[in-house]
């Protein structure tokens, strides 16, 4: 069963702290995506990606970077949480096009005290 | 610019009976077009995707959906709802060969026994 995996599905970080999601795929997908989804805003892009070490900003990448040094995995990097980064973050693949939809993971709901 | 509308941001409806979620869009340019549904606590899941062809699309579940470009909407409907489908649906729409996806706000469908 192909899928994307996120590696923590609840976390708890301090504030100031830097934080690390992970996320991985094993389709072969070309693009990755970074999501988060908070209530009444639905889901706003972060940051994805086409290709192993390439990234582009998406509507709200401030206090957020990536990393993709491979094909299958890209981690959201927050490099120094603050209590309005809490949410429910997640992460999705696609081919090339995206013409066939996303591949979603299942999640990590994050909380920054 | 792509844009997503969804009119309703709850539905609630009785077990057994029909239920349409309403989605319409804007767009220059040809558009594919994708529902989604969330489950509580987990990522989000293709229901079914317009990519060309027949404007009525079947999905999973017993969910379809009806493209109609003169209106520009997509709506998503069930002739006989279960409480399992109780969830939120998300309509989402990739134009121009672009590989991102524009989600709208989502629609929380409530199933009442």
Redesign the interface.
Known sequence: DVKVTQSSRYLVKRTGEKVFLECVQDMDHENMFWYRQDPGLGLRLIYFSYDVKMKEKGDIPEGYSVSREKKERFSLILESASTNQTSMYLCASSLKGGFGGYTFGSGTRLTVV | AQSVTQLDSQVPVFEEAPVELRCNYSSSVSV?L?W?VQYP??????LL?Y?SGSTLVKGINGFEAEFNKSQTSFHLRKPSVHISDTAEY?C?L?SG?????T????TKLQVIP
């Open positions: 594919y994708f989604y606590n987990q990522g989000l899941q293709l995707k990519l998300f989402a990739n060969g672009y590989q991102k996806v989600f709208g706000i989502g």
